[in-house]
């Protein structure tokens, strides 16, 4: 039995796979849930009230594992977990140490690098071994957050939580939610909450997130394209133990010897308005539609600015040398396999390149990137239509 979800999120893309691009990790896969626990019977609308975005979770230290199938071409491989070959493709294992919403670690160990976030209170600290960097950023004042309504930066969506509150900011009343079967993950029971966009033009087949049955606690998040059995992302745990707290050491941070430290106050202006004409400002940033069917726009220029590359021309970019800006070194070639996967497209909205894999789209015309997990049609009609 279904029933019809009423959030909204103007601004959200309604797909965790355009979010996944910010994941930054490696490992194995996630394994088969277990099999079905006997639980007290659930509504959809029940289970929606228990994922609370704000609710006050347990202490807990687990393994979390996201798998992304997105269809893309074969990528050239850098074995860097920031590269961008790494963030589209593959398995990646996060450690998760967490204490409350002030006090957590999340941690990324490959065999020749790691990568950290911890939150210590109003500080939080991005460390990356392979450039012995570290960014410190510090939440600006009570005052400052409520005239500038902006808190620490938003990191990538790394944990089952992270992912469930993308979706479930994003979907509105076009979707129609349900529960199936309940399963275990990583030894706990759970719900199985089930949305799916009414509307024939998402590429989403249904977004299932499993829900934990005491704390209601998103254990596990997938997202399957329209049309396919498995999922085209996941993310869950594969590890957990509850309320016993995380050793100290691990969440305490000290820049290792030699790291640079670039510290950013979120309460500057600065920080909070970049200067005008910067990528950062995106001015030309845009969205058309709404829920599942949600395009983002921005300037083709920026997006690859962004990744460390070029562009040469509006409709066919090439990607020169990865800058310092980039995503890992594999910039380049990555963006160079992408567009070879591309393929011209016409009509009477113009001209343009366009990409599709099983879970996004990708329309590169006049300037512009618009992006969406819909079929080629939503984009063509959000053609300088986006605001």
């Known amino acids: 039995m279904g029933v019809t979800l009423s959030r909204r999120g103007r601004w959200a893309v309604p797909v965790i796979a355009v979010a ?118 510090t939440a600006p004042t009570t005052a400052q957050k409520h005239a500038l309504k902006n808190k620490l930066p938003a990191g990538p969506v790394l944990t089952p939580q992270q ?16 529960v199936q079967d309940n399963v275990s993950i990583a030894n706990e029971p759970a719900y199985q909450l089930v949305l799916k966009p009414k509307d024939h033009r998402s590429l989403i087949g249904r977004v299932v997130i499993a829900v934990d049955a005491k704390y209601g606690m998103p254990l596990r998040v997938q997202v399957f394209a329209k049309g396919d059995s498995g999922p085209a992302f996941q993310v869950g745990y594969t590890q957990l133990s509850m309320n016993t707290a995380p050793a100290a050491a691990n969440l305490n941070f000290t820049p290792p010897p030699g790291a640079s430290v670039d510290k950013v106050n979120m309460g500057d202006k600065a920080a909070a308005k970049p200067a005008t004409g910067s990528a950062a400002t995106m001015s030309d940033f845009g969205t058309y539609g709404s829920d599942w069917l949600t395009v983002v726009s921005l300037p083709q220029q920026d997006l690859l600015s962004s990744l460390g590359t070029g562009a040469a021309g509006s409709n066919a970019p090439t990607a020169p040398s990865a800058g ?38 990708v329309l590169m015309t006049g300037g512009k990137v618009y992006i969406g997990a819909v079929q080629p049609s939503v984009l063509y009609a959000a053609v300088g239509h986006t605001s």
């Open 324 to 361: 310092p800006g980039g995503l890992g070194g594999d910039s380049q070639k990555v963006i160079g396999a992408l567009l070879g996967a591309a393929k011209p497209v016409s009509g009477t909205w113009g001209s343009g390149t366009l990409l599709q894999t099983s879970l996004v789209s």
């Open 20 to 137: 996944v691009t910010g994941g930054v990790i490696a490992g194995t896969q996630i394994p088969s849930a277990q099999a079905s626990p006997v639980l007290p019977v659930r509504t959809p609308g029940q289970l929606l009230a228990e994922i609370n975005q704000d609710q006050k979770l347990p202490p807990l230290t687990g393994t979390v594992v996201e798998t992304t199938s997105l269809g893309l071409p074969q990528l050239p491989q850098a074995g860097n977990p920031t590269s961008l070959s790494s963030l589209l493709t593959g398995s990646h294992t996060i450690k998760v140490y967490y204490l409350n919403a002030q006090h957590f670690r999340l941690s990324v160990q490959q065999p020749m690098s790691e990568t950290d976030v911890i939150r210590s209170a109003n500080t939080l600290w991005l460390w990356e071994s392979t450039g012995n960097s570290v960014t410190e950023f």
């Open 163 to 178: 992912a469930a509150n993308e979706i479930l900011t994003a979907v509105g009343k076009t979707t129609l939610v349900s």
